[in-house]
């Protein structure tokens, strides 16, 4: 609950004054006791450059997630099938609406969809994890043992951004500190309500409950609500998403995410780890060479020390003698992929033929 410092409270507030000096008004929140342990940090979210802290230094520089080479091939692979993109939802049943047309209001009805199918396939960010916050303001012993609950000070101007906005907590034994990034989460939310995202967060999103969606194959749908209750760099948005890419790739359910805007992330998550052998082996059973190409040439740009990417930059190999140079030094199942490959290639004329 807000509102004023109660009379018997006011001390708990001495010492927040040097700290707002100058600064605009706050309000004041009154929480219980928490318990929960700080993983949160204070500063600006940074792009992630993968988890890439793994890989051996290079002269090279890696792209990161929002460069435009990467950009490209990941919506190239992404897909764009309209009859997904619009797939129903549950909503309130309304009855169907039909228009004639001619050819031309057909066709600038088509690119009115695929435009607006683009839109919803825009990627969510992919940021490195926030860092705690373990900022102590100050150390007032006066006020050791004074209130039995903690006080959170907002800072609730309209225009600010809330990266940007002051939180702290004086706690009972007369610390004040910066809010952890829990704490500030669950403030803003209170103040300045996002819609569809819950104060704490669902049951849904623990571990033990996610295996329940996988096997509904609802990952999509989970994923779409974890964009909506979590921050990009909090550390519960990135573990849902790599609980949820592990499982995909464990099950070749490829299929769930394409033409959704969560398919590039899964692929950057995945060659990031060099765990691209399943996903390959999918593009080429579905024929999609043009995108097992280019999840080679990702590949490539992310490790640019391998050895195939070695290879195909002396000799200048594309389509499919890159796809056979990266299966015969960088996959675990090269069999497995070098029969696909074949069935490919038998299958070939018969495609050309019809």
Same mark, same amino acid.
Not at 40 to 58: I, T
Not at 323 to 335: D, P, Y
């Given at each position: 609950?807000?509102?004023?410092?109660?009379?018997?409270?006011?001390?708990?507030?001495?010492?927040?004054?040097?700290?707002?000096?100058?600064?605009?008004?706050?309000?004041?929140?009154?929480?219980?006791?928490?318990?929960?342990?700080?993983?949160?940090?204070?500063? *600006?979210?940074?792009?992630? +450059?993968?988890?890439?802290?793994? $890989?051996?230094?290079?002269?090279?520089?890696? @792209?990161? %997630?929002? !460069?435009?080479?990467?950009?490209?091939?990941?919506?190239?692979?992404?897909?764009?099938?309209?009859?997904?993109?619009?797939?129903?939802?549950?909503?309130?049943?309304?009855?169907?609406?039909?228009?004639?047309?001619?050819?031309?209001?057909?066709?600038?009805?088509?690119?009115?969809?695929?435009?607006?199918?683009?839109?919803?396939?825009?990627?969510?960010?992919?940021?490195?994890?926030?860092?705690?916050?373990?900022?102590?303001?100050?150390?007032?012993?006066?006020?050791?043992?004074?209130?039995?609950?903690?006080?959170?000070?907002?800072?609730?101007?309209?225009?600010?951004?809330?990266?940007?906005?002051?939180?702290?907590?004086?706690?009972?034994?007369?610390?004040?500190?910066?809010?952890?990034?829990?704490? *500030?989460?669950?403030?803003? +939310?209170?103040?300045?309500?996002? $819609?569809?995202?819950?104060?704490?967060?669902? @049951?849904? %999103?623990? !571990?033990?409950?996610?295996?329940?969606?996988?096997?509904?194959?609802?990952?999509?749908?989970?994923?779409?609500?974890?964009?909506?209750?979590?921050?990009?760099?909090?550390?519960?948005?990135?573990?849902?998403?790599?609980?949820?890419?592990?499982?995909?790739?464990?099950?070749?359910?490829?299929?769930?995410?394409?033409?959704?805007?969560?398919?590039?992330?899964?692929?950057?998550?995945?060659?990031?780890?060099?765990?691209?052998?399943?996903?390959?082996?999918?593009?080429?059973?579905?024929?999609?060479?043009?995108?097992?190409?280019?999840?080679?040439?990702?590949?490539?740009?992310?490790?640019?020390?391998?050895?195939?990417?070695?290879?195909?930059?002396?000799?200048?190999?594309?389509?499919?003698?890159?796809?056979?140079?990266?299966?015969?030094?960088?996959?675990?199942?090269?069999?497995?992929?070098?029969?696909?490959?074949?069935?490919?290639?038998?299958?070939?004329?018969?495609?050309?033929?019809?």
């Amino acid at each position: 609950s807000t509102g004023t410092l109660p009379g018997q409270s006011m001390m708990a507030a001495l010492g927040v004054c040097r700290c707002f000096h100058g600064r605009r008004p706050l309000v004041v929140s009154l929480f219980p006791r928490w318990s929960r342990p700080s993983r949160a940090a204070w500063g *600006r979210r940074e792009l992630c +450059q993968s988890s890439e802290a793994d $890989e051996n230094k290079s002269n090279i520089t890696k @792209p990161s %997630f929002t !460069d435009e080479r990467v950009q490209s091939l990941l919506y190239k692979m992404t897909g764009l099938d309209l009859q997904k993109v619009f797939k129903p939802i549950k909503q309130e049943a309304e009855p169907p609406e039909y228009k004639l047309m001619t050819e031309l209001q057909l066709e600038e009805a088509t690119r009115h969809a695929v435009e607006k199918a683009r839109e919803r396939l825009e990627m969510p960010p992919v940021l490195s994890e926030r860092e705690p916050i373990n900022d102590i303001l100050s150390e007032d012993k006066i006020l050791d043992g004074i209130e039995p609950y903690k006080y959170v000070f907002t800072d609730l101007t309209y225009d600010t951004p809330h990266r940007e906005r002051f939180i702290v907590v004086r706690e009972t034994n007369g610390v004040l500190r910066k809010a952890t990034w829990e704490e *500030r989460d669950r403030m803003i +939310q209170i103040f300045f309500p996002r $819609e569809g995202r819950e104060i704490a967060p669902p @049951p849904l %999103f623990k !571990d033990e409950n996610l295996m329940n969606v996988f096997c509904q194959d609802r990952h999509e749908e989970l994923l779409n609500l974890c964009l909506t209750q979590f921050e990009p760099d909090s550390p519960d948005y990135i573990r849902v998403h790599h609980r949820t890419y592990d499982d995909i790739d464990k099950h070749a359910k490829y299929d769930l995410l394409r033409s959704t805007r969560h398919f590039g992330g899964m692929v950057w998550y995945l060659v990031n780890r060099k765990k691209t052998d399943g996903l390959l082996m999918d593009m080429i059973q579905r024929d999609l060479l043009d995108d097992a190409t280019s999840l080679v040439t990702l590949y490539h740009m992310l490790h640019p020390d391998c050895q195939s990417a070695k290879n195909s930059q002396e000799h200048n190999l594309k389509g499919l003698d890159l796809i056979k140079a990266f299966v015969k030094t960088e996959v675990q199942r090269a069999g497995y992929i070098e029969l696909a490959l074949r069935a490919y290639q038998e299958n070939l004329p018969q495609f050309e033929a019809s």
